[in-house]
């Protein structure tokens, strides 16, 4: 079963979030478990972005989690946030195209 976690965040170091995650992507090549994943903004709340990422499945999902390129870019932006983060954990049971 696909597996979707979403990560809400605020934080007026956007910046240098990107460049955490430019350092993670580099150094999880070939490793990092993910399908897909979306960074976007809240148009409507000042600072708040959300980072949606897909998984073909939960246990790809703590694999990726369990990397220590992803352990360190969470110290990272947890350290960068104006605040703590919100995860969302979701198994996706339905699913459509266009």
């Not at 170091?13 to 478990?33: F, N, P, S, V, Y």
């Amino acid at each position: 079963m696909k597996f979707i976690q979403i990560i809400e965040f605020q934080t007026s170091r956007i910046d240098e979030i990107d460049a955490l995650e430019e350092e993670w992507r580099k150094a999880t090549e070939g490793k990092r478990t993910s399908i897909r994943d979306y960074k976007v903004r809240d148009r409507d709340g000042k600072n708040t972005y959300m980072i949606i990422v897909e998984f073909p499945s939960y246990e790809e999902a703590m694999k990726n989690n369990e990397l220590p390129e992803t352990q360190r870019i969470a110290e990272g932006m947890t350290k960068l946030a104006d605040g703590p983060a919100i995860f969302r954990n979701l198994d996706v049971i339905d699913e459509h195209s266009g």
